[in-house]
């Protein structure tokens, strides 16, 4: 597609439900960041695919955050047992490709503000 | 760890007027790229400007530049002729050149105020 584009737009969920967050990232682009945005801050890196490589899963908060990306392409952000301090906006973002040298920045989607209520 | 400070949490300008916001980070590495991104309240993430460390000289796009001094390990972003549409808030960034794939680090934001 022309961007990258995140769904659903806004999500309200009770607490302790599971929710899906799915990103729809670039045509061709191999690297894929999702990063969680809570309110008035900056943005915390959750986790990172590049190609069929295993993820980088460092910055997922807790075993209750998973993600997958099926054939290189769309991904799914699961957040199972939600909580309060969930909420935030859940940002995606895509890159050509992460080697070393490239310089180019990401191209992001609008995101998902998820409110756990 | 790479780290991005940000020290002004919110910023106002005149229209047409010229406002700089303030960007220091800190990093052991010697190649890096660093990023100005804005983002307006559509949440959609915008690059504005970026530098690369191994060069001297200043970016600039349009109304956007920046001041960097690598030894101060400091990264200024200065928007000329301010508009209406640059009210947002404005993320710096890093990002490693050294290993492979890198994360963005962000600062925590500046908000702008553009006042007509």
Known sequence: ???VSQSPS???????KDVELRCDPISGHTALYWYRQSLGQGLEFLIYFQGNS???KSGLPSDRFSAERTGGSVSTLTIQRTQQEDSAVYLCASSLYSGRGLGDGYTFGSGTRLTVV | AQTVTQSQP???????ETVTLSCTYDTSESDYYLFWYKQPPSRQMILVIRQEAYKQQNATENRFS??????????SLKISDSQ?????MYFCAYRSKETSGSRLTFGEGTQLTVNP
């Not at chain 2, 919110?10 to 047409?16: D, F, I, L």
């Not at chain 2, 209406?84 to 947002?88: I, T």
């Open chain 1, 1 to 3: 597609g022309a961007g």
């Open chain 1, 10 to 16: 806004n999500k309200v969920t009770e607490k302790g």
């Open chain 1, 54 to 56: 295993a993820p980088d």
């Open chain 2, 10 to 16: 919110e910023m106002s300008v005149q229209e047409a």
């Open chain 2, 66 to 75: 920046v001041n960097f001094q690598k030894a101060a390990k400091s990264f």
């Open chain 2, 84 to 88: 209406l549409g640059d009210a947002a």
